[in-house]
């Protein structure tokens, strides 16, 4: 993994020195991007923050409750939305394979990502960062919805724009997670240009 998080999720983590829980969850994430899974200890945890054991432990029960602040921050930060302007682009292909050099090259970015993976692998059975996941998840339904809306000047129905939308969604996802294993961005590049063609073709008749 890379060496540094980007300053825009180290703003994300600590807004300030004094804000304890939010230098927790940042040490966490760049132990992880780091040093890998193994890294994720108290002992190294503590000793990345600056922080004592017991300061630790007032803040989370336990390590394992790091992922639902983390999950809970970038919900609240809304980050996980494209930055891309619209109006920028000519159609909705030239739009979404921006979106995959946005989003699947970057290796910053792909590291974050890699390591929400992680969190939703210890803490899909929480509750709480489940309800905060979903609400990620639908929140980026609806902004590419109201996206591919952007590029036609037809109504598209919902039962054929939603599918889409979660295509687009999931599909992001699964390339971000094999990339990231495989340690090449550009593998699955071909599957996201068939899904581009595939999105044209079935909206060609509400341009």
């Known amino acids: 993994m890379n060496k540094k998080i980007s300053e825009k999720y180290k703003n994300l983590f600590i807004d300030n020195s004094h804000d304890t829980k939010k230098k927790i969850v940042f040490s966490a994430i760049e132990l992880l991007a780091k040093g890998g899974y193994e890294a994720f200890t108290a002992k190294n945890i503590v000793n990345k923050a600056g922080i004592s054991k017991g300061s630790l432990y007032h803040h989370f ?8 602040e983390a999950i809970k921050q970038l919900r609240n ?5 494209p930055s891309l302007k619209l109006d920028l682009f000519f159609s909705i292909d030239d739009y ?3 979106y995959y050099d946005l989003f699947i090259e970057n290796a910053k970015e792909r590291d974050i990502l890699s390591i929400y993976l992680f969190f939703d692998q210890k803490s899909l059975d929480n509750e709480e960062y489940r309800i905060n996941k979903n609400y990620i998840t639908d929140d980026l339904l609806n902004y590419h919805k109201n996206t591919i809306q952007f590029f ?3 109504k598209i129905p919902d039962e054929i724009i939603n599918p889409i939308t979660a295509l687009i969604v999931f599909t992001t996802e699964g390339i971000t997670s094999h990339s990231f294993m495989y340690k090449e961005p550009n593998k699955f590049k071909k599957t996201w240009y068939l899904l581009v063609k595939s999105i044209q073709n079935d909206l060609k008749d509400y341009l």
């Open 61 to 68: 029960k336990s390590i394992d409750d790091i992922p639902v």
């Open 77 to 81: 930060s809304k980050m996980y939305l």
């Open 96 to 98: 979404l394979n921006n």
């Open 152 to 154: 036609y000047s037809k």
